[in-house]
C-alpha cells in the first residue's frame, strides 16, 4: 500500500503536464493530489522580498520602481492610471511554466506544490492579489479553467469554480481590485478540436454554450467589466470536410445567444471579440483566438463579421498587439481600424519577435511603439471600460520570482512614457497640422459635396477636364516620421 501510495504522489508530481490537461487522467490525480495539499497550504508572504512598487522618477536606476509611470499623475485632464487601466493576465503571470513543443517546464514557484487541485488554485488566486497589490494594479484578467481545476462532470467543474469565485470575493473586500475580462478556454480540452461555437457536433456546441454562460456569470458576480470571447479552435484545416456557411452561421448564432444571456444576466460590462490570424488554427473564424484557417484574421475581418450578422452593436474588439503584426499589420493599424470605426473596446499589451513568425507573447517595452499606441488610445478617449491587459510572458530563461515584476513594470513604463509622448505630440500640434494639409484640399465646398455623397461622376468629370493634369505634391512621409522621432 505504501509502494502504490507513493507510486501515486510520484507520479501526479512528475505529471504536472497532464494535471494542466482537462482529460479523465488529470481528473483522477489531481482529486487525489488535493487531499495532499491539504497539509501543504503555503502561510506567509507570497513576495516576501519585494516592497510595494513605486514611482522614483525617469533618473531612477531601480529596476523594482517606476520611472515613468505615475498612477496619480494627470495627464491630458485623466489620471494615468485612469488612461492605462493596467491589468494582470492570470494565465501567463502565474500558470505559465515556460514549457514550449521543444522543451520541458523551467518554472516552479516557491508556492506550488506539483499539482492542479482546489486547493492549489486557492493558494494561486491568493498569490495573485499579494502579486496585484504590491505592483499597484486594480485589475486581473482570467479564462476559467486557470484559475480552477476541471472535474470529472461539468457539475464539479463549476463547482470547483464557484469555490475559486468565492475565495476572489473574499480577496477583493475593501480593495478596489475588480477582474477587467473574464473569459471562457474553449480551446485547450480535447472536445473543442473541431472548435466550440463552429464545432460540427451539437453536444460540443452545448457544453461550450454552458461553459460560456458560466464564466459569464462568475465574471459579472466578481464586478467585472467586460467579458471576453477568445476562441482558439474556431476555423477549419480544410474546406473538403467544411460547411464553412453552416460553421459561420452557427458562430454568430452562439455570439447573439451571448449577448441576450448578457441582458438576462444583467451584465452591464462589454463584450470583447479578439482577432487572430491562424495558431493554431490555419484559417481562423472572425474574431475569436488559433495553423487551422481563422475566420477573425484581423480587425477589419472581424467588423466585418459582426456587421454581417448584425451584431456589431453587442460587441467591440480586444486587439492584441501581437496578433496585428502575425497578420500583416501593425498595431497602431488595427487600433485605428477598430477606433475610426467606434470598436476599440480593450488591448492586448504584448509584441513579437519580428525574427519569428509566431505569438511569442513578449512584454511590450519599444517606446515609439507605445507611442502609437497611445495615440490611439488618446484619440479613442481613453479605453474605458476596457484596459491594457498584459497578455505576455517572461521568457522561458527567466526563473526569478522578481522577474514577474520587472517585466510588468517594464511594461506599464513603456506605455506610460508612450502616453506622456502622445500627448505632447497631440499638444504640439505639428504631425495633426501635416496630416491636415495633405486633404486641404477636400475642405473645399466641392470637398464638402463629395464627403457628403451629393457629387458624382459626371460633375467630377467636368471639374477633371477644367483643372487639367493635377500638380504632384509630397507625402511628406520623411518628415513625418521625423517629427515622431523628436517626441520619442
Known amino acids: 500500500m ?6 501515486l504522489a510520484v507520479f501526479c508530481y512528475l505529471g504536472n503536464s497532464f494535471c494542466q490537461e482537462d482529460g479523465v487522467i488529470a481528473d483522477m490525480t489531481c482529486r487525489w493530489d488535493a487531499g495532499l495539499s491539504e497539509s501543504k497550504q503555503w502561510n506567509g508572504d507570497f513576495f516576501p522580498n519585494i516592497s510595494n512598487i513605486q514611482y522614483e522618477g525617469p533618473s531612477s536606476r531601480n529596476p523594482l ?9 494627470e495627464i491630458l485632464g485623466k489620471k494615468m492610471k485612469d488612461w492605462l487601466r493596467f491589468s494582470v493576465a492570470f494565465w501567463h503571470t502565474f500558470r505559465g511554466d515556460g514549457g514550449d513543443p521543444f522543451g520541458s517546464p523551467t518554472k516552479t514557484w516557491p508556492w506550488e506544490d506539483g499539482s492542479n487541485s ?29 484559475i480552477a481545476p476541471e472535474g470529472a462532470t461539468l457539475e464539479e ?21 475588480r477582474p477587467l475580462w473574464g473569459t471562457a478556454q474553449l480551446f485547450k480540452h480535447p472536445r473543442y478540436m473541431h472548435g466550440a461555437a463552429t464545432s460540427p457536433d451539437i453536444k460540443v456546441y452545448a457544453y461550450a454554450a454552458a461553459q460560456v454562460k458560466k464564466a459569464m456569470e462568475v465574471t459579472h458576480e466578481l464586478g467585472g467589466e467586460n467579458y471576453v470571447f477568445w476562441g482558439g479552435r474556431e476555423g ?21 445567444s451571448a449577448a441576450s444571456w448578457k441582458k438576462k444576466l444583467g451584465f452591464n460590462g462589454t463584450l470583447l471579440l479578439e482577432p487572430k490570424p491562424q495558431e493554431p488554427t490555419k484559417h481562423q473564424y472572425v474574431s475569436i483566438e488559433f495553423p487551422i484557417l481563422r475566420y ?18 453587442e460587441f467591440k474588439l480586444n486587439v492584441e498587439c501581437n496578433h496585428a503584426t502575425l497578420s500583416g ?12 470605426n467606434g470598436m476599440l473596446g480593450n488591448i492586448d499589451a504584448n509584441t513579437g519577435d519580428p525574427q519569428t513568425g509566431w505569438d511569442t507573447d513578449q512584454f511590450l517595452t519599444d517606446v515609439t511603439e507605445a507611442t502609437l499606441i497611445m495615440l490611439s488610445v488618446v484619440k479613442n478617449g481613453g479605453l474605458a471600460p476596457g484596459g491594457f491587459n498584459f497578455d505576455a510572458k517572461l521568457r522561458r530563461e527567466s526563473v526569478d520570482v522578481e522577474d514577474l515584476f520587472i517585466a510588468h513594470i517594464s511594461g506599464m513604463d513603456a506605455l506610460a512614457r508612450g502616453l506622456r509622448n502622445a500627448a505632447a505630440l497631440l499638444q504640439d500640434g505639428v504631425l495633426t497640422k501635416l496630416v491636415e494639409e495633405r486633404y486641404a ?36 512621409q520623411e518628415l513625418a516620421e521625423r517629427i515622431l522621432q523628436s517626441f520619442t
Open 118 to 146: 482546489v486547493q492549489m488554485a486557492m493558494t494561486r488566486m491568493k498569490a495573485n492579489f499579494e502579486f496585484l497589490k504590491k505592483l499597484g494594479v486594480e485589475r486581473w484578467c482570467f479564462h476559467d479553467r486557470d
Open 441 to 476: 484640399s477636400f475642405d473645399s465646398s466641392l470637398g464638402t459635396s463629395i464627403e457628403a455623397g451629393e457629387v458624382g461622376f459626371e460633375e467630377l468629370e467636368v471639374k477633371a477636364f477644367e483643372w487639367g493634369e493635377p500638380t504632384l505634391s509630397s507625402g511628406k
Open 296 to 313: 477573425d484574421w484581423d480587425a477589419a475581418t472581424t467588423i466585418g463579421f459582426l456587421q454581417n450578422y448584425g451584431l456589431k452593436d
Open 329 to 340: 499589420h501593425s498595431c497602431h493599424h488595427e487600433l485605428e481600424t477598430a477606433r475610426i
Open 2 to 7: 505504501k509502494s502504490l501510495l507513493l507510486w
Open 65 to 73: 520602481a517606476y520611472h515613468w509611470y505615475n498612477a496619480e499623475e
Open 157 to 177: 467543474t463549476n463547482r470547483n469554480l464557484d469555490t475559486i469565485i468565492s475565495l476572489a470575493k473574499e480577496l477583493q473586500l475593501g480593495t478596489s481590485i
Open 236 to 256: 477549419y484545416q480544410s474546406l473538403l470536410n467544411t460547411d464553412l456557411k453552416k460553421e459561420l452561421d452557427h458562430m454568430a448564432t452562439f455570439l447573439q
